[in-house]
């Protein structure tokens, strides 16, 4: 038997059929508290059973990369710069190494070994890997990397990838916020904060997104209401509970569920309460949203929710929202929603993901969170602070996360937002596992594209594992990277300028990088590190 082990960086995406690609691992020195990672490829020429040894320090893990199926790989009208746009088995989710690994002829399969991030003293830590047929010794590798000295700062950007709560209970059979479901949400709350996303979609109810005109989502409502005639009463137990979960899950800011439905803000959300002494929907997509009854609700219910918020210590680490991704041609609608209230959370900050300037310039939105391919008139004019998002829409030239994508596409974001100061980022699909408008649930594992509503790759980043278990994926791993890509830019502006840092990455791009023009190579990303972690290395010496 002849076994094929190549080593490749993170930046590669290894298909069964091959053939590896094996792109340099160029940067192998990171610092205390930052995750890194990279691949090993392997092809047998017969059908082999192995058995993989990692000897390692107990800060790096290896997990084996698996593959799932994409039908809708990408819309006939993409770019250039995609792997495939042709249906297949693609390299993604992170799975538990097996004991013995099953290599069938000719297959590529790829390991991906990680440091987690780690206040381990600095220094070099060799990584080997030995690879066994039986008792034989078939393949085998050393990898030393470099623990540089200081730790990575703490992320500052606002990082929110929406957590779909209906979807986590339907895959682990249970209800939201039923106690079976407060037993595994801590594992999902825990990989969200792990890779970056700090701040948590919150369903005060349940959110009013990706849900059919007429139709209703499961209820993941967390607040409890009570009517009584034209007068509300409310629970805001299960909010406290979720909040704190969140907060000792690593979470440190909340966006509170739309207040108004989807593309529009037309009408009220699905909102559950108690009435003579039965549950029953009181509002949903009949109650128009800013019609009296909706807003004698929202008249009693946010004074009641901010003072709470107040309370807590939040009011400056909350964020509100009116309606998702509205158009030019609600605008009406949406400015009635948001003058209805805007005095009832007076104080409090609230965007919403759009791409038209003119809400912004209207005063309507006070932070517009814009997608990156509709970005540039809000650069141009200095919006601060300058958030941004991608979603299905975002498949030229720009960057974005789907299958078919190179990782520099995925990865070189966290450059880009240096270079634009971006305080937040936006995406919509932690975990979406239902079809287009939540008409049913679908087998993440085996449906990637939302019934062929989006290219695989828009709708989710984690995988549902047995028992409660979440399982991430390489294009999860590697934007977490470019978070720390933009951290550690942003410490190398601190002590060596900004201007310096800038002048950096134009001189390695050999080019100006905007959202949509960027160095198109895996290689790129690397080099950056490499250069500016050494720069950072020579500035601390210089004070020591």
């Not at 059973?49 to 593959?67: C, D, E, K, N, Q």
């Not at 108004?260 to 128009?288: S, V």
């Not at 695989?456 to 470019?482: E, M, N």
């Amino acid at each position: 038997m002849n076994l094929q082990l190549i080593k490749t960086s993170c930046m590669d995406k290894v298909f069964l059929d091959g053939p590896a690609r094996g792109s340099a691992l160029l940067c192998t020195s990171h610092f205390g508290g930052e995750r890194f990672a990279f691949q090993y490829a392997l092809c047998a020429d017969t059908d082999a059973r192995m058995r993989v040894v990692l000897t390692a320090p107990s800060f790096v893990t290896i997990h084996l990369v698996g593959h799932v199926p994409a039908q809708f790989v990408m819309y006939a009208d993409h770019d250039d710069d995609v792997l495939t746009d042709r249906p297949g088995l693609f390299p993604d989710p992170l799975m538990p190494l097996p004991e013995t690994l099953f290599l069938p002829a000719g297959q590529w399969h790829t390991l991906w070994v990680e440091s987690l991030g780690t206040d381990a003293a600095p220094g070099a830590y060799d990584v080997e890997i030995c690879i066994y047929d039986g008792d034989a010794l078939i393949a085998h590798d050393i990898q030393t990397l470099t623990l540089l000295p200081g730790t990575l700062p703490p992320q500052e950007l606002l990082h929110t990838n929406w957590v779909h709560y209906d979807c986590i209970a339907a895959r682990h059979g249970c209800l939201p916020f039923d106690e079976d479901f407060w037993g595994i949400l801590p594992r999902w709350l825990t990989n969200a904060a792990d890779h970056g996303i700090n701040c948590l979609l919150t369903p005060l109810f349940t959110p009013p997104l990706d849900t059919a005109v007429g139709g209703e989502r499961t209820t993941a409502q967390l607040v409890g209401v009570e009517q009584h005639g034209d007068t509300y009463t409310f629970d805001f137990s299960q909010l406290t509970r979720f909040i704190a979960l969140a907060q000792r899950c690593g979470i440190t800011h909340f966006e509170l569920s739309h207040l108004f439905t989807q593309w529009g803000a037309k009408a009220a959300p699905k909102i559950m309460l108690w009435r003579d002494g039965l549950l029953e929907r009181a509002f949903g997509w009949g109650t128009p949203a800013t019609g009296p009854e909706y807003a004698n609700f929202l008249r009693q219910f946010l004074p009641q929710l901010t003072a709470l918020l107040r309370q807590l210590g939040l009011a400056d680490r909350v964020f509100f929202h009116v309606s998702d991704e509205p158009s030019q041609s609600n605008m009406e609608s949406y400015a009635s929603a948001r003058a209805l209230v805007a005095p009832l959370i007076e104080g409090f900050a609230c965007f919403d993901a759009l791409s038209d300037y003119d809400f912004y310039r209207e005063g309507l939105v006070p932070l517009p969170v814009p997608s990156n391919d509709h970005i540039a008139p809000f650069v141009q004019n200095g919006v601060e602070p300058l958030w941004t998002y991608y979603c299905c829409g975002q498949y030229k030239q720009v960057a974005n996360r789907f299958f078919c994508f190179p990782t520099y596409r995925n990865r070189i974001l966290g450059t880009q937002m240096f270079l634009h100061d971006c305080k937040g980022f936006l995406h919509w699909g932690y975990n979406f596992y239902n079809t287009q408008y939540s008409k049913r649930p679908i087998n993440p594992w085996a449906v990637t594209d939302a019934g062929g509503a989006f290219p695989a790759g828009d709708s989710f980043i984690v995988y549902p594992g047995p028992d409660g278990q979440v399982l991430s994926s390489t294009r999860q791993k590697v934007f977490h990277i470019a978070l720390q890509d933009q951290i550690a830019l942003d410490w190398a502006a601190q002590l060596l300028g900004r201007e310096v840092v800038e002048n950096t990455i134009k001189q390695l791009a050999r080019q100006d990088i905007t959202f949509a023009n960027y160095p198109r190579n895996a290689e790129f990303c690397q080099l950056l590190r490499m250069r500016i972690n050494a720069m950072m290395i020579g500035a601390m010496e210089a004070v020591q």
